[in-house]
């Protein structure tokens, strides 16, 4: 069975700092793997995906990730922190299954300091 | 603009009434899905539907039902049986399942029992 764990529930940065959101996936075959960002009492915005192409993957907002199979890892990055990156971030699999439901984690929340 | 609507934003149900949320796509896509959101749990999935006039309980389907008689609709009524309806509900539609697979979320309804 396919499964995220976000390793961290809750992340503070300074304003201009770097950002680190941890993801670890649980998958038996190659998984499509995607990270969405959720603003207050918003839908959910597609950030970047991976889908078995390059391993680094570029997303909006200066946002990437990186997969790495040997540390089933796929970790969200972005080098300088803003204040509207305060939100809350989830990481999310696509179960292989014929009906392409996704699995979330739990979510992580982002607080950015002046 | 294609995306997906979900309405009314906000809601207050009575104790022992069903209410129905409203999602409507104009995305072309076939499989759509409802999800809730709680707190620290990330999304959990309700039910989902591959095609027109058919559709599959997801993790959490007690006390919640759906239809789909148009591939634009995808309503759910939550029942009096849902023991505690109160969450942020999301409704999205997914695109094929190869390498553009990708979710679309709407902007959520927010129920409340009172």
Redesign the interface.
Known sequence: AQSVTQLDSHVSVSEGTPVLLRCNYSSSYSPSLFWYVQHPNKGLQLLLKYTSAATLVKGINGFEAEFKKSETSFHLTKPSAHMSDAAEYFCVVRITDSWGKFQFGAGTQVVVTP | DGG?T?SPKYLFRKEGQNVTLSCEQNLNHD?M?W?RQDP??????IY?S?IVNDF?K?DIAEGYSVSREKKESFPLTVTSAQKNPTA?Y?C?S?TG???T????????T?LTVV
């Open positions: 997906i979900q499989a899905y999800y620290g749990q990330g999304l959990r999935l989902y591959q599959q997801g942020f999301l999205a997914r399942l190869g390498a697979v990708e979710a679309f979320f709407g902007q959520g927010r």
